[in-house]
């Protein structure tokens, strides 16, 4: 059973790395990721959040799937800084089953999920490495009823471990074409690289 995991893990890292080496646009590749989650992991809620420059997080992708159309989005930007900071550490996919676990994760925010299953986890730039940045954070939940199963929970470990990769290389690609003057000439970067 181990193996047959191990050999399920290869081949969805391989199909995902092949659909996300292909997207060199933020947006495009948001998008791509989430409709891969989605396909994998069934119905969810989800949300990716994005640091910015002065290091809070935004809502910067979603899918709803059960909360009310008007309000999806708001409620999810306006926990964005309690949501992301929770979980940008983690490496590892932390599954959250019940109210005292989201309680003690989040605090007063934990009612937004009542009666919610949540998996989260922290995308890094290099995954397993002590050291890594943390570029996004993705926070999948759905009510408790249909739970996230093993499955799940080792698909979007794969996943946020190729997205966070992917994340990076997009960052690197446009940091490189960026205009000269916006270099900061202070910086040790060598700009002939």
């Known amino acids: 059973e181990e193996l047959a995991d191990q050999i399920g893990e290869l081949a969805t890292a391989g199909e995902l790395r092949g659909i996300l080496r292909q997207e060199l646009d933020i947006e495009s590749l948001l998008r791509t990721f989430l409709e891969y989650l989605l396909g994998r992991v069934g119905s969810t809620n989800a949300g990716v959040f994005l640091p910015n420059s002065v ?4 809502l910067g992708a979603y899918i709803n799937y059960d909360r009310p159309r008007t309000t999806a989005e ?26 005292i676990a989201l309680a003690d994760r989040l605090g007063d925010e934990a009612g937004f999920f009542a009666g919610e299953s949540v998996i989260a986890i922290g995308c890094h730039d290099t995954p397993g490495d002590a050291e890594s940045e943390c570029l996004a954070v993705l926070c999948l939940f759905r009510d408790r009823r249909t739970p996230f199963g093993d499955e799940a929970v080792r698909t979007v470990q794969v996943a946020a471990d190729l997205f966070g990769s992917q994340l990076a290389r997009v960052i690197r690609v446009h940091h490189r074409h960026k205009p000269d003057e916006l270099w900061d000439v202070d910086d040790d970067l060598d700009l002939a690289a």
């Open 74 to 99: 708001s409620e999810l930007e306006d926990r964005a800084s309690v949501i992301a900071p929770a979980f940008e550490d983690e490496t590892r996919v932390v599954s959250l089953t019940d109210d």
């Open 55 to 58: 290091g809070d997080y935004s």
